[in-house]
């Protein structure tokens, strides 16, 4: 099981950035895809985006697209998500997780990740 620790959110105003930091322990890093998902209050468990092992592959929701940035770093064990022109409903908890596999990663029910980690609170003020 892989264990996953993120940081970098907080308070920004509107069209500002914030840079997030994940990292991840416990598997090979540089063998899983790893994505990005949200959660706002009283909403389900959303997909942002994904990066394959090798950083050669990004995917984006249609609602970061063009405005977030995924990358990642395989000799820190981290993957980072870029967000810029940050909008009011942006606003939610973000977290990390990884899959054996690009597609799988992209494709998968947040609910059936089997961990999470305590994630990191972005707040967008308009």
């Known amino acids: 099981q892989v264990q996953l620790v993120e940081s970098g959110g907080g308070l920004v105003q509107a069209g500002g950035s914030l840079r997030l930091s994940c990292v991840a322990s416990?598997?090979?890093?540089?063998?899983?895809?790893m994505g990005w998902f949200r959660q706002a209050p009283g909403t389900e468990r959303e997909f942002v985006a994904a990066?394959?092992?090798?950083?050669?592959?990004?995917y984006y929701a249609d609602s970061v697209k063009g405005r977030f940035t995924i990358s990642r770093d395989n000799a820190k064990n981290t993957v980072y998500l870029q967000m810029n022109s940050l909008k009011p409903e942006d606003t939610a908890v973000y977290y990390c997780?990884?899959?054996?596999?690009?597609?799988?990663?992209?494709?998968?029910?947040?609910?059936?990740?089997?961990?999470w980690g305590q994630g990191t609170q972005v707040t967008v003020s308009s």
């Open positions: 997780n990884a899959a054996y596999g690009f597609d799988t990663l992209k494709t998968k029910n947040p609910m059936d990740f089997g961990s």
């Open positions: 416990g598997r090979t890093f540089s063998a899983l895809a």
């Open positions: 990066i394959s092992w090798s950083g050669g592959n990004t």
